[in-house]
């Protein structure tokens, strides 16, 4: 089936670790993206990438990290930096044609949390 | 820099009636998305209707239709025969249509859905 995957479910940091959430699609989508989404709020854009090799800040970018080394992954690093990491995090994905931004789909999530 | 705005943190309705969610944004764009997210307690995003803000006509999927008013920068959600698998966490969401600049969604802080049976 077609979608995207998130793993793991449930994560535990301890204080000055660095983890890094896994976000895999298989819709061949272009584009990319990592939310933060803390209680009682709506989700906020943390990175997000338009193309493999390229990646962007979003509003909240600091403490984390990105990479996009192929087009099918695009892992988030929550650093040590990051002093509220606890949070649940959305990995999303979209076609992007021609200038014109499609309509993104969310994968299952990841619940972090610190110990 | 865009900003949504859900004015209604819980709204109740009894089950087959039907219930309206609001939803106001702000932007200086004239090429724009707006869609409607739904959240159940599983915690997944789950699509629920998406506008192109070209478009005059409000956008319908089944019982879920809107009501957008460019000009007041309004985008209501209409549930129609509400059930109670419609309970969740509805949250709106804008997008730029244009390249350049920023991408991703701005989310309102949601509104949470009680059916009542």
């Known amino acids: 089936d077609g979608g995207i995957t998130q793993s793991p479910k449930y994560l535990f940091r301890k204080e000055g670790q660095n983890v890094t959430l896994s976000c895999e699609q298989n819709?061949?989508?272009?584009?990319m993206y990592w939310y933060r989404q803390d209680p009682g709020q709506g989700l906020r854009l943390i990175y997000y990438s338009q193309i493999v090799n390229d990646f962007q800040k979003g509003d909240i970018a600091e403490g984390y990290s990105v990479s996009r080394e192929k087009k099918e992954s695009f892992p988030l690093t929550v650093t040590s930096a990051q002093k509220n990491p606890t949070a649940f995090y959305l990995c999303?994905?979209?076609?992007?044609?021609?200038?014109?931004?499609?309509?993104?789909?969310f994968g299952p999530g990841t619940r972090l949390l610190v110990l | 820099a865009q900003t949504v705005t859900q004015s209604q943190p819980e709204m109740s309705v009894q089950e087959a009636e039907t219930v309206t969610l609001s939803c106001t944004y702000d932007?200086?764009?004239?090429?724009?998305?707006l869609f409607w997210y739904k959240q159940p307690p599983s915690r997944q995003m789950i699509l629920v209707i998406r506008q192109e803000a070209y478009k005059q006509q409000n956008a319908t999927e089944n019982r879920f239709s809107v009501n957008f008013q460019k000009a007041a920068k309004s985008f209501s959600l209409k549930i129609s025969d509400s059930q109670l698998g419609d309970a969740a966490m509805y949250f709106c969401?804008?997008?730029?249509?244009?390249?350049?600049?920023?991408?991703?969604?701005?989310f309102g802080k949601g509104t949470h859905l009680i059916i009542q049976p």
């Open positions: 932007t200086s764009e004239s090429d724009y998305y």
């Open positions: 999303a994905s979209s076609t992007s044609t021609s200038g014109r931004r499609k309509t993104q789909y």
């Open positions: 819709l061949n989508h272009d584009a």
């Open positions: 969401a804008y997008r730029s249509a244009s390249g350049g600049g920023a991408d991703g969604l701005t």
